[in-house]
């Protein structure tokens, strides 16, 4: 048993070594510094900066975390709180079932749904209203864009979230709350102050999950973020996160000296975004529970 | 005397030998194993011709799988599999390898616009030179459909977000370009495509022949753009491309801007199993296999013939 957890452990940084040594022709001929800062994906005249892709996950993560987080914190307050047991037996499993959905069918509603819902409506919208807001800039929308991504990976990592967000709030002791109604609190009062204050850790936690599960989401996003090596102006703009840039080209990274080394260090550079990202939670989890 | 034993011995004998003797003894009693990889576009046709050839060959296993034109050809090259499919031209570099190119199917992109934009009468009488589709798509010099005599708007151009054929023949028919000098959104898969230009009244893009007819005529709400070959202003009869048979017209007859090759890559000369394969494929049933599957063109007699001696 050892064995097993050992082996599962050892697997990460297997296939951190593995993308490393493919990536080691690309990291030899240019400096890793041009590689990640580097502006410019032009395969076939030798330049792959990595840089907008980077930004482009940025972006869209940051977006569906916007969308996702208040929309789920508040969704896992009302499971665990206030609802119904028998409202919790139909929700919850509902919930669930919208993170067994495959990845394809979202991209396939998305774009079926959410690129005409921005192109349409929320785009016009934007340019009619909002104009003096600059993320908001909407003169060129065609629907696929950074917000469609955001839309469609918010809708993806909700379950995550509520999911777990709503056991750890489910998991702290009825105590607290008794003696929280016993010295007058309101209910509200006692939710914010005693509750999601206990929970808090755990409620970080399911954030940095979904938050994950955002960064590394391919298929769904690829299908209508638009796929543009430049960096994003505004929300209406397209996007090329780095899952998307591996799978896009990963049937043709062999035609083009250098390209496999380039997506595997691609692959690479995500992995340790996603490992930093889970290592940084961590930290402020644990420094949270210290103090 | 003759025990019975050995005289039921002797006629069995005889009776396997003759039935094994009377079997009909083709040319080469083909069995093995035949694996091919590549391109998504010629997957489906090799998927058929797989079958056929089975059927034929009942000892022979096939094993087709896809995974893109840079697979099928980084197979052939390391000898992972017997013949690989690439959907696009072979370059110098490959060929300096031992990839030895086999045409074996061809194919076409069309550049589409959406019904309802606000040119297509314009578009549809008078084309668009190959020089404007440079400046709309590679170039990015021409922003706005008002340059293509419609009102103001801007042109939302769209491209193949995945590393493809269809998208690295409209590039080459634009000029000598690759597939990232493409500009535009890039949008996942030909069905993708199809679907975003019809969506968008402001949008360009280009599929291929069998994902832009539905039945034979042009799929709806999309309408296919004439290129101007000859730069004469003007659409002459046969650069006008409005069902699926002036469609595989153009392409076999060799005028098409955006006519495209798609071939069997061996390393070297094929091995005896992909050589019948391969015939197989150019004869006459494989061709009519090819029709039957519908979306692709065949080989005119004299390209088939070259291609046969290609691999003697």
Redesign the interface.
Known sequence: MLATTLFSGMLVVVIAVALYARSRPLIASKSLSAIIFGANW????GEFGLGPFIIGTAWVTAVAAIIAVPLCIFASIYLAEYAAPRTRSILKPLIDLLAGIPSVVY?AWA??VI??LI?DHLGPYAQAHLKRIPLLNA??V???SVLAGGIVLAVMICPVIISVAEEVLRAVPQDYRDASYAVGATRLETITKVVIRRALRGLMAAVVLGISRALGETMAV??VV???AALPKSVFD?A?PLP?LI?????????IPLYDSALLCAALVLLVIVLFFNVAARLVLVRGASR | MIKRTTIAAVLAALTVTSVIASQPVRAAELSGSLSLSGAWAIYPLAVKWGAAFQKLYPKVKMDISAGGAGKGMADALVGAVDIGMVSREVDRTERAKGALPILIVKDGVFPTVSVRNPAVKRIVAKGMSRKTLQDICIKGTIVNWRAVGGRSAPIHVYTRSDACGAASAWAATLGRYKQDDLKGIGVYGDPGLLAAVRRDPLGMGYNNLSYVFSGDKVASGIVIVPIDANNNGKVDADERIDSREKAYKAVASGRYPGARREFFVTKGKPNTLARAFIEFALSDAGTKVLRDVGGYVPLSKSEKSEQLRKIK
Do not use: F, I, R
Not at chain 1, 42 to 45: I, R
């Open positions: 032009k395969p076939s005249a991209g774009a079926l690129v005409p192109a003169e060129y065609t629907g696929y690829l299908m638009g796929n543009v397209p090329y998307a799978a896009n080209n990963y049937g043709e990274m062999m035609s």
